[in-house]
């Protein structure tokens, strides 16, 4: 369970660093310049990443139940997920109402990801995991909205077409990701 922390500090870590210490980023940026800073980012995140899969592979090798979650909230996680991959899509795909309605679907995305997750699963090393993505995504959602009326950032208005594109790049990667990746990759086979 440690390494699964220590990879959840490092990567929640970093990605929260805009959140609690902005002008501490700011300063960084201007001593090591834009791609001094990313590569540091990305290296520090990338790091966290492979000990939060290590971690967890460890973690689910001694097995603490915390609580039995119904059979029926395993089906419920599979529309939480669905709705995420469309969350995630739609920071991707320019031009989206979805977008323009949340300024941070991504952050959204991981926020229903997580609370699916945590009514599918009650193990120990799962509350940990989801529990974590999801204050993180809780709170960095609430402080970039923040910001974002504070800066007066307005994002641009989306289309039809875009929402389609959007609905169908999310739901196919759903579908690949549930039916396929899933089993192959978390050892978990979700449908």
Do not use: C
């Amino acid at each position: 369970m440690l390494v699964l922390i220590l990879g959840l500090v490092l990567f929640l870590g970093t990605h929260s660093i805009r959140i609690f210490a902005d002008g501490w980023r700011t300063q960084q940026l201007a001593r090591r310049g834009e791609l001094g800073w990313k590569a540091v980012y990305s290296i520090v995140s990338i790091i966290g990443f492979i000990l939060i899969v290590y971690g967890f592979g460890l973690a689910r090798q001694h097995p603490t139940l915390l609580y039995v979650p119904p059979m029926w909230l395993r089906h419920l996680n599979g529309l939480f997920t669905l709705i995420a991959f469309i969350l995630v899509a739609a920071a991707y795909v320019p031009g989206n109402r979805i977008k323009q309605r949340l300024g941070h679907p991504m952050l959204a995305g991981v926020k229903t990801w997580a609370f699916g997750h945590l009514l599918a699963t009650g193990m120990l090393h799962d509350v940990v995991l989801f529990g974590a993505f999801l204050i993180w995504a809780g709170v960095d959602f609430m402080v970039s909205r923040r910001r974002d009326r504070a800066m007066g950032i307005v994002y641009p208005a989306g289309t039809l077409g875009r929402d389609i594109v959007t609905l169908v790049v999310g739901v196919v990667g759903w579908a690949i990701f549930a039916f396929a990746l899933h089993a192959w990759l978390i050892g978990v086979k979700p449908m």
